[in-house]
């Protein structure tokens, strides 16, 4: 990974950090991405209460001092102020693909939770459209009749999620986003899949060399729906 890539990285992490409020409710991603998001989180010292999509996000932001509530069974905190996340891909039309880490039925339970859902990526996530593979957890019980259903899905050589799932890949064609999302929710044994529709996405906060984009999806929450997503700066407002 190039030092740049990373640059942009911690440039967007710095940037959603800075939209965190005192005494919100903050739902923390998983990711390379995140990973200088929850630093930069932790360093602005503010009254917070935490959830964390992964194992690994939740014992990193313990141990730099974030409070982490659960979110499961007992948990009464139902709804979240904003969530961060990181992406494998950002498309044109607003969809976006996570899931590398195999951490994406949790983060998108934690998205759809959030009332704003920021996702921050390096520039080399962007894409003209969604393409394979997409991350699919599938359920144990029945896997192999899930998988000859699907036909077009490749195991992964990994270990189970830690809610038991079965991490695999839509190797497939990705024609329209939305069909097959359609296609792999509606099909049983599957738990969850990677593919996040736009109107998940409050906006997308870009690195670009040394400085930050904001894209507004503005078919997100509450929002009618545009044909594009948009790029807002100082000096512009084009379509991508």
Do not use: N
């Not at 064609?173 to 099909?187: I, R």
């Amino acid at each position: 990974m190039s030092t740049g890539i990373e640059r942009e990285k911690q440039l967007v992490a710095e940037a959603a950090a800075a939209l965190v409020e005192d005494g919100m409710t903050v739902g923390l991603g998983t990711g390379s991405t995140v990973a200088y998001f929850l630093p930069a989180l932790a360093a602005r010292d503010l009254e917070l209460r935490c959830v964390a999509t992964s194992p690994e996000t939740e014992t990193t932001a313990r141990d730099l001092g974030l409070r982490v509530e659960p979110f499961a069974t007992g948990s009464t905190l139902a709804r979240l102020d904003i969530a961060v996340d990181g992406a494998d891909q950002v498309a044109r039309d607003g969809w976006v693909v996570k899931g590398g880490g195999g951490a994406h039925t949790r983060e998108k339970i934690v998205a759809a939770a959030a009332a704003r859902f920021v996702v921050i990526v390096s520039s080399d996530k962007l894409v003209d459209e969604i393409a394979p593979p997409i991350p699919v957890e599938l359920l144990a019980f029945g896997v192999a009749a899930t998988v000859a259903r699907l036909g077009s899905v490749r195991l992964r050589d990994t270990q189970s999620t830690p809610d038991g799932g079965v991490l695999a890949d839509w190797i497939g064609s990705v024609d329209d986003p939305a069909e097959l999302a359609a296609l792999l929710a509606g099909t049983p044994g599957v738990g969850e899949h990677g593919l996040f529709p736009p109107d998940f996405v409050s906006e997308i906060l870009v690195g670009r060399h040394d400085r930050v984009e904001r894209l507004v999806s503005k078919w997100g929450r509450g929002e009618p729906r545009p044909h594009k997503l948009r790029a807002r700066s100082a000096r512009s407002e084009e379509p991508l």
